[in-house]
């Protein structure tokens, strides 16, 4: 049973600093007295892989709220490191779940197209049944089903192909190496729609204050831009955009190649269309399509001069430096 909120709201962000997080911490600002932690905060410990330290932090500051942006997202190596993957995505998540369900606290979670298993051309809806095809969706799906177990009151948002002005991502990656290289093989046969951090906040912000004041709100939802492209459409559309800016860039020919051109250590799924409508019909509110968040975000005016982190300025291939659940889904020629 969800405690009524104080007329301040207490809420607890974990992992303010990752793409969503990091919107988070702005979208949440208005809604009540937000404690933002990361993996290094010290008064209050918010590293997820101190089961413990979570409990206590949690049981010492009582929220009224958890949002839970931290995440293992390193899709590929997760593989390799599934413990780990596990303690973050569905242990602590599982710690989580329990204090919130002791405390009445609503928790705010979220989820991926990845516990799907990307069969056929369908957008999923949320109770169609999971079958993650790697160690990264099989521990999200466990992070979602230990929520549900536990019965506090939750909002579990799955998305898709999150970018950010903040952090890396697919779309900085393309206009980095379109600078660079004549040529780029890009995956056609991954659907899905690319989703801003800042939308994918905004929406929860809306509703997480519906569901504070109306309980029987909470639940599992798609939270995804509308519309739908493939990884090869994504960088199309990108690179062109900046073109349309006057950007000068050296790719002349971007090829559209299948997923089994370019094996990764994780399997991803082809399908990773997600149906909105529940979250449509439940919060009336219209999403917008997905052009509409990645042009102005990722045209800069010159992308070499970007305040990015040098690394990706130049490195293609590492999963991890290419923005999380977003791997290497392009081979440079
Ligand atoms: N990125 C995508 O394309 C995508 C797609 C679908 C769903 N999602 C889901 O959306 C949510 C937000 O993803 P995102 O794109 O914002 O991910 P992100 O940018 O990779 O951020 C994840 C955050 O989690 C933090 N974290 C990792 N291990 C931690 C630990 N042990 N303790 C505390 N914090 C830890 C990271 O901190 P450090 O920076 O210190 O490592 C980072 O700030 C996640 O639940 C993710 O599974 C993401």
Same mark, same amino acid.
């Given at each position: 049973m969800m405690c009524a909120p104080a007329s301040v709201p207490k809420i607890l962000l974990l992992g303010k600093n990752g793409q969503v997080g990091w919107e988070l911490q702005r979208a949440l600002a208005p809604l009540g007295t937000v404690i933002a932690l990361d993996r290094h905060s010290s008064e209050h410990r918010g590293d997820l892989s101190d089961l413990a330290a979570l409990?206590?932090?949690i049981a010492r %500051? =009582?929220?009224h709220v958890i949002v839970n942006a931290a995440a293992y997202t390193a899709v590929d190596k997760a593989e390799a490191e599934a413990? &780990? #993957?596990?303690g973050i995505n569905h242990q602590a998540v599982a710690v989580m779940a329990e204090e919130a369900a002791k405390l009445g606290a609503l928790l705010v979670h979220y989820s991926t197209d990845y516990?799907?298993?990307?069969s056929g051309s369908t957008p999923w809806v949320e109770t169609d049944a999971p079958a993650? &095809?790697?160690? @990264? /969706?099989?521990?999200? +799906? !466990?992070g979602e089903q230990a929520i549900i177990a536990s019965g506090c009151a939750h909002l579990i948002f799955r998305t898709s192909w999150v970018y950010a002005a903040r952090g890396a991502n697919f779309a900085k990656t393309m206009l980095c190496l379109a600078v660079e290289r004549e040529q780029l093989n890009v995956i056609n046969d991954q659907i899905g729609a690319p989703t801003g951090a800042e939308l994918i906040a905004d929406i $929860? #912000?809306? #509703?997480?204050? #519906?569901? %504070? *004041? *109306? =309980?029987h709100l909470a639940g599992v939802y798609h939270l =995804? !831009? %509308?519309?739908?492209? $493939?990884?090869? /459409? @994504?960088a199309e559309f990108v690179i062109a955009a900046a073109r349309g800016q006057g950007i000068a860039l050296k790719t002349t020919l971007i090829n559209p190649i299948p997923t089994h051109q370019y094996p990764t250590p994780a399997a991803r799924p082809? *399908?990773?269309? +997600?149906n909105t409508a529940k979250l449509h019909a439940a919060f009336g509110l219209t999403l917008p399509h997905w052009q509409a968040g990645v042009a102005p975000h990722e045209t800069p005016s010159n992308p070499t001069q970007r305040h990015y982190p040098r690394r990706w300025q130049w490195h293609p291939l590492a999963p991890r430096d290419l923005g999380g659940e977003q791997a290497a889904h392009a081979r440079i020629r």
């Open positions: 409990r206590t932090t %500051l =009582a929220p413990a &780990l #993957a596990d516990v799907f298993n990307g993650p &095809l790697s160690v @990264y /969706g099989i521990t999200k +799906l !466990a $929860s #912000a809306h #509703a997480l204050r #519906a569901t %504070l *004041n *109306n =309980a =995804a !831009a %509308l519309g739908e492209t $493939s990884w090869h /459409g @994504y082809h *399908n990773s269309r +997600l």
